[in-house]
């Protein structure tokens, strides 16, 4: 790993809650909290500037635009991804267990083009 377990009180006032495990079904209250609409490729390629920062991490769209500034790899490595989809970067430097710290910035997930809406 990356970081020593001494970097957590220095991260740990930045926490903004718990991850969500992506493989169970959304419960209803937090479709309700947006956690889980779809966004699409387009949409997401339009947030694409420091000001306006989101990217895909395993299937989950973040606004990582506050956290890249404090992300103690730099702003640009997050930056250069903004748009688009970072998992393969994410992995290279990152055990998964590390979303914990960008989970409140989840602002949905990332469908394909070719996905169809089910509606209940």
């Known amino acids: 790993s990356m970081h020593s377990v001494n ?3 220095r991260v740990q006032e930045h926490m903004i809650g718990l991850l969500l495990d992506t493989t169970v079904p959304p419960k209803k209250e937090e479709l309700h909290e947006g956690k889980h609409q ?3 490729q387009e949409e997401l390629s339009l947030h694409n500037s420091p ?3 989101w990217l895909s991490l395993f299937g989950t769209v973040y606004d990582v635009t506050e956290f890249s500034r404090m992300h103690p790899g ?3 490595i997050i930056q250069k991804l903004a748009g688009k989809d970072g998992t393969t970067n994410y992995q290279l430097f ?3 267990s590390k979303l914990k710290m960008i989970e409140g910035s989840a602002v949905g997930r990332l469908v394909s083009n070719d996905a169809v809406e089910v509606r209940a």
């Open 7 to 9: 970097i957590l009180p």
């Open 94 to 96: 990152h055990p998964q």
């Open 38 to 40: 779809p966004i699409s």
């Open 51 to 53: 000001n306006n920062c």
């Open 74 to 76: 730099g702003a640009y």
